[in-house]
């Protein structure tokens, strides 16, 4: 069976800037959810460009820089703070919203990752597993992991304990124990299920 990769095929759709958005972070315990808008330059696309879960993270890595170089690049944070007053999905679609606005060049077109997109005030097609189709995506989804997993790392020296550096603030056993062993830190989503349950039985 043939491994599918992403191309150019929704890009070469529209005339005009074309825009990849995706994100990272909404199923972790801890941490923000970050966005990424990603306009690639069609004579400059990195080679390698694939779903970021496709890529080690030396891969991911070396294409984030050559994104960073060859690409205009948006960002777009939803801290804990709001995922918890807001809930994760809309917190997700603020943080597309601001990756597209942090573009230094806006798009004539967003192409977004999966089955849902906020208002953008531009036109927008939404692709399921678009992240493993449109090169766009693909780029979006190594800015936006990459950026979120340095985050992570920072803050595993500001939080200790916890082993976010490991994890990223995925719901891993060791993630749990440390959370009965040490409670929620100020990065933790205070509203998820399992913080919560930890909190109780730590307050007890």
Known sequence: MKTQKPDWQYEAKYTGPVAGVDEAGRGPLAGPVIASAVILKPDQIPDGLNDSKKLSESKRENLYREIIKYAYVGIGI??????????????????????????????????VDGNRAPDFNIPCQTIIKGDAKSLSIAAASIIAKVTRDRLMAQADMRFTGYGHSGHKGYPTKAHREALLLHG???????SYAPVKAALTKVNK
Request: proline residues 10%; negative net charge.
């Open 78 to 111: 939803a801290e804990p703070e709001e995922i918890d007053r807001i809930n994760v999905l809309a917190a997700t679609m603020i943080a597309m919203q601001r990756a597209v606005a942090d573009l230094p060049h806006l798009p004539t077109t967003i192409l």
């Open 184 to 190: 929620a830190s100020p990065i933790h989503r205070w």
